[in-house]
């Protein structure tokens, strides 16, 4: 395929690129890569170097890119309708409906679809606020919901934020980042006292009534902050007594990303609302809201998204849930993160200065970079990320970069990996890491 497009060149696209797309729409990389086409784990640039995925377009190429089941059931939805909008109930949506009201825990039962975890996110704050009768909300911070305006006044990381005027029913909580722990105690001694601080947030800053609280289960952007596991039981009970419900964000942690189908199962709590988007169409652009009857039943008034529920994004998502189960997804997820958390600690282990911090659930993996943990010196260090970041580029391995200061790398391997393959991308990162700091 590669060949196919020899006659555009790196160097083309990249003119193209800076000529006519927004400076916003930055790339990775001092020379951007240039993507041709992708194979499973693995994507090739226009020259034909190979290199392993350990990000996935930011999580969302969850079960390998050209999947050869997934493209065989998009193609032939393509071959017979691509698109009429939810005025017209088709096939393919009402079955993965079906599926997501099976999947998802509890008494979660009626979907409604969106193009994108943004929007999914924003009518889960509009349903809370019509269920409860209540107006405002909990997010984090740390935290992050998406571009719009709705979604920046959730997102709590100040380089998301481009609008000074905010909606002021939005309150953030501490995040529940014990590396950088805002109250400067340390865990378990704290008893968790970032979840208990949003009685006080909700008594000092609000009505007293909340119409819910949105939060990830492990902060994607936010640089995979991974809560304790008694955050969530706590927060939602504060939650649910001043009057609201809890909206589980599994944009980033869902269909078995954390070694679970969801990431909140990992937290032993039932939410009243679930977003979701990223893996689960394997790159196609879908998103959804899976809420309770009682829920759902108060949107009387018309509402719909053009795009949510497109036939050809859902089928995609049908094939995705099919070999997520098929193949026991979250068991693999769950037993290669093992590995590869095991390896991310040996590698801390090597370089005690510069890593201060391994975290995460299953294939959903963090290291966070310091000027010199060795000597107590947690302060971030964004240079050594770009530096690992084009260490493991050259090494043929692609991972990501989070953290509200930049500082954070994300490591997120396709859910239907090999042991192999995260054998492969431990060895890069070992070498980049050597070449760093020699």
Known sequence: MAQENQTVGTRYVLEKHHKHLFPAVKNYYENPLVADHGDGAYVFDLEGKRYLDFF???????VGHANPEVTRRVTAQMGRLTHLSTLYPNVPIVELAEKLARITPGKLDKCFFTASGSEADETAVMMAQTYTGNQELIALRHGYSGRSTLGQTLTAHGSWRVIPTQIAAVKHGLAPYCYRCPLKQTYPGCGVACARDLDELIATT???RVAGMLAEPIQG??????????????????IRKHGGVFISDEVQTGFGRTGTM??????GVEPDMMTMAKGIANGLPLGALVATSDIADTLTKNSLSTFGGNPVSCESANAVIDIVEKEDVPRNARELGAQLREGLEKLQRAHPAVIGDVRGMGL??????V??????DRTPNPQATQAFLEETRKRGLLVGRGGLYGNVARIAPMLNSTREEIEEGLAAMAGALQAMTQ
């Open 371 to 376: 000027v010199d943990e060795t000597a107590g």
């Open 364 to 369: 959903m993996q963090a290291v966070e970079f």
């Open 221 to 238: 952007v936010g640089g995979f902050i991974t809560p304790p596991r008694e955050y969530f039981e706590i927060a939602a009970e504060i």
């Open 56 to 62: 996935g377009g930011i999580l969302t190429v969850s």
């Open 262 to 267: 969801w990431g909140i199962e990992q937290y």
């Open 206 to 208: 609000t009505t007293g």
